[in-house]
């Protein structure tokens, strides 16, 4: 349908009366790739803005989904990036494609965009880094694999939550031990005290008892050497911003490389 009526005239980049929705709009944010595909070959403008000041990049990144239609949106964003969409652009509320996308928990489009250059720091008119909205988000989007984002993040340099901060993330993202594990994982010391135990249900610790028992053990002592020297590691790299572009010329074996990476192992020590 959409065919036939490009092809006796309709103009691709008219905007709807209201929500000055473009087809682009509307197919980017219905997660619609073939569509998508179609206007781009006709003309469609890529930093076209509704009245929300979104482009389709931002339209297809700030529609929540499930877990199951992550796939085409990621296609949607993969056609909108390569086709040379502007990774930064804000709309009205100064939130960026990568604010949308970790709010959705899509990590396959967090990584898509912070490859393409997506500024990992910058912060929304509300004071929200894309960390921010990632651990916002996490206990919420579980099937989306919240903790692949946030560690999508701090391997890019996102900066961290201020570490008087950490327990108020702990009562609101315990429910994503991973995504909690990737950011602790980012301290040489974490302010572990008796409140930590107190702020994470009974029913959540004894779903995940290795996880919570390694990390209110570590208020009795120092963590361990090997991770003293990741964090070690990654602060100077992080300080001159190229922790990936370095880290495979150091030629360290895949397992060490992984795991100055973040790797997951459901413990922490």
């Known amino acids: 349908c959409a065919r036939l009526l490009l092809r006796?005239?309709?103009?691709?980049?008219?905007?709807?009366?209201?929500?000055?929705?473009?087809?682009?709009?509307?197919?980017?944010?219905?997660?619609?790739?073939?569509?998508?595909?179609?206007?781009?070959?006709?003309?469609?403008?890529?930093?076209?803005?509704?009245a929300e000041?979104?482009?389709?990049?931002?339209?297809?990144?700030?529609?929540?989904?499930?877990?199951?239609?992550?796939?085409?949106?990621?296609?949607?964003?993969?056609?909108?990036?390569?086709?040379?969409?502007?990774?930064?652009?804000?709309?009205?509320?100064?939130?960026?494609?990568?604010?949308?996308?970790?709010?959705?928990?899509?990590?396959?489009?967090?990584?898509?965009?912070?490859?393409?250059?997506?500024?990992?720091?910058?912060?929304s008119y509300s004071g929200n880094t894309a960390l921010h909205n990632a651990l916002q988000g996490a206990p919420y989007r579980l099937e989306h694999r919240p903790e692949l984002a946030v560690r999508h993040l701090l391997n890019h340099g996102a900066v961290r939550v201020w570490p008087g901060a950490l327990l108020k993330v702990l009562r609101h993202c315990c429910a994503s031990p991973r995504a909690l594990e990737a950011l602790l994982n980012c301290y040489a010391r974490v302010p572990v005290t008796e409140a930590w135990e107190e702020a994470v249900p009974e029913e959540l610790a004894q779903r995940h008892p290795r996880f919570f028992r390694s990390l209110f053990a570590l208020g009795r002592g120092p963590r361990s050497l090997q991770h003293l020297a990741r964090c070690a590691l990654r602060t100077c790299l992080e300080e001159e911003g190229r922790l990936l572009g370095a880290l495979p010329h150091l030629r360290l074996p895949p397992a060490l490389h992984d795991f100055v990476l973040l790797r997951f192992e459901d413990v922490m020590y």
């Open 53 to 123: 000041g979104e482009t389709p990049l931002l339209a297809a990144c700030a529609l929540p989904h499930s877990a199951q239609a992550a796939e085409p949106y990621y296609e949607v964003c993969k056609e909108l990036v390569e086709a040379g969409a502007r990774v930064n652009a804000a709309d009205r509320d100064l939130q960026r494609p990568l604010h949308q996308a970790c709010k959705q928990a899509n990590p396959r489009v967090v990584a898509l965009l912070l490859a393409h250059g997506a500024h990992v720091n910058v912060m």
């Open 8 to 50: 006796h005239g309709a103009p691709v980049n008219c905007a709807s009366e209201e929500e000055g929705d473009t087809p682009l709009h509307v197919a980017a944010r219905l997660g619609l790739p073939e569509h998508l595909r179609l206007f781009l070959s006709h003309g469609a403008d890529l930093e076209a803005r509704n």
